[in-house]
């Protein structure tokens, strides 16, 4: 997982350095990243998801290898954003994994399958109950990481369809089962394997609603501060007709409307910036001002 976080967040400093003019020192980290991308694949590729660790014996922890807990959600998202296998379809195949193992209706559960006995080497989270906390229970938090993978993949259906299993605004209609408060997220949902299966526990105790923004409003509906302006990239569902968004950036205030008539789930096919027509999609800074985006998804 923190193999995943370095390339996931690495460009994000890349590009720090290459604004700065710091290109020697840039080009030395991109190293690093392509680096590390080749030791994950090498050592950390399942066949069709990314292990979870190596334990302190150097045993595979999150693998097919594994008597229980096969797969586990935490670093599959980051890998996802970062490329990592992408060529060789890593990212698909990651996404489809995580759809077939760890999907239920009630949101991604942590792990499958859930521990059923004691393993002293993973300590204390195979001593829950199968389905609760740690073990196989649904944390929304890194739910959302999810979303933004299958978001970023361009897979808007899957997306939206992952936020809303856990976004409590979704969830008023199993209230006496979900049991918390329905205009908050909680830690964690009770996963396939628990008894009360859906039931919600330990409202406010997570940091999912900051995610979720993320999620949200950076890869669905793809609204995101770049250097050199406001990137609109929209991932949303194929159903959807469009959006309407503002977005104050940098001094300045950008009423966006997204149209999308052919219902895809990603591609921006134009964009004008008060009646200008626009290449790619970045929206150059602007200083100050109000500004009308049209954005045509095709």
Same mark, same amino acid.
Request: proline share 4%.
């Given at each position: *997982?923190?193999?995943?976080?370095?390339?996931?967040?690495?460009?994000?400093?890349?590009?720090?350095?290459?604004?700065?003019?710091?290109?020697?020192?840039?080009?030395?980290? #991109?190293?690093?990243?392509?680096? *590390?991308?080749?030791?994950?694949?090498?050592?950390?590729?399942?066949? /069709?998801?990314?292990?979870?660790?190596? /334990?302190?014996?150097?045993?595979?922890?999150?693998?097919? !290898?594994?008597?229980?807990?096969?797969?586990?959600? !935490?670093? #599959?998202?980051?890998?996802?954003?970062?490329?990592?296998?992408?060529?060789?379809?890593?990212?698909?195949?990651?996404?489809?994994?995580?759809?077939?193992?760890?999907?239920?209706?009630?949101?991604?559960?942590?792990?499958?399958?859930?521990? +059923?006995?004691?393993?002293? #080497?993973?300590?204390?989270?195979?001593?829950?109950?199968?389905?609760?906390? !740690?073990?196989?229970?649904?944390?929304?938090?890194?739910?959302?990481?999810?979303?933004?993978?299958?978001?970023?993949?361009?897979?808007?259906?899957?997306?939206?369809?992952?936020?809303?299993?856990?976004?409590?605004?979704?969830?008023?209609?199993?209230?006496?089962?979900?049991?918390?408060?329905?205009?908050?997220?909680?830690? *964690?949902?009770?996963?396939?394997?628990?008894?009360?299966?859906?039931?919600?526990?330990?409202?406010?105790?997570?940091?999912?609603?900051?995610?979720?923004?993320?999620?949200?409003?950076?890869?669905?509906?793809?609204? #995101?501060?770049?250097?050199?302006?406001?990137?609109?990239?929209?991932?949303?569902?194929?159903?959807? /007709?469009?959006?309407?968004?503002?977005?104050?950036?940098?001094?300045?205030?950008?009423?966006?409307?997204?149209?999308?008539?052919?219902?895809?789930?990603?591609?921006?096919?134009?964009?004008?910036?008060?009646?200008?027509?626009?290449?790619? +999609?970045?929206?150059?800074?602007?200083?100050?001002?109000?500004?009308?985006?049209?954005?045509? *998804?095709?």
């Amino acid at each position: *997982m923190v193999a995943a976080l370095f390339t996931y967040a690495g460009p994000a400093y890349v590009g720090i350095l290459k604004h700065l003019g710091k290109d020697d020192e840039a080009e030395k980290a #991109q190293a690093e990243i392509d680096k *590390m991308k080749k030791n994950v694949m090498d050592s950390a590729f399942d066949g /069709d998801w990314f292990i979870r660790a190596y /334990d302190a014996n150097g045993e595979k922890m999150g693998s097919k !290898e594994c008597e229980e807990g096969k797969i586990f959600i !935490e670093p #599959q998202g980051f890998a996802v954003m970062s490329e990592i296998g992408k060529d060789e379809g890593a990212d698909i195949k990651t996404l489809n994994s995580i759809d077939k193992y760890l999907n239920t209706k009630y949101g991604l559960v942590l792990n499958n399958p859930a521990f +059923t006995k004691y393993y002293i #080497q993973y300590g204390e989270i195979s001593t829950y109950p199968g389905g609760y906390k !740690e073990n196989a229970g649904i944390f929304t938090h890194n739910n959302a990481w999810i979303i933004c993978a299958e978001a970023y993949a361009g897979r808007g259906d899957k997306a939206f369809e992952y936020y809303s299993k856990i976004a409590p605004a979704f969830n008023e209609d199993i209230s006496e089962l979900h049991k918390t408060e329905p205009y908050v997220y909680g830690q *964690m949902i009770a996963g396939k394997d628990a008894s009360r299966f859906g039931e919600g526990k330990n409202s406010w105790l997570t940091g999912t609603a900051a995610w979720n923004m993320v999620a949200i409003s950076q890869y669905i509906l793809g609204v #995101q501060p770049v250097f050199d302006g406001l990137k609109v990239d929209p991932s949303i569902p194929h159903e959807w /007709d469009g959006f309407t968004a503002v977005r104050k950036f940098r001094g300045a205030t950008f009423n966006i409307t997204v149209k999308n008539p052919e219902h895809v789930c990603k591609g921006v096919k134009s964009m004008t910036v008060d009646g200008n027509a626009i290449e790619g +999609t970045v929206i150059p800074a602007c200083d100050g001002g109000v500004h009308e985006v049209e954005i045509v *998804m095709g």
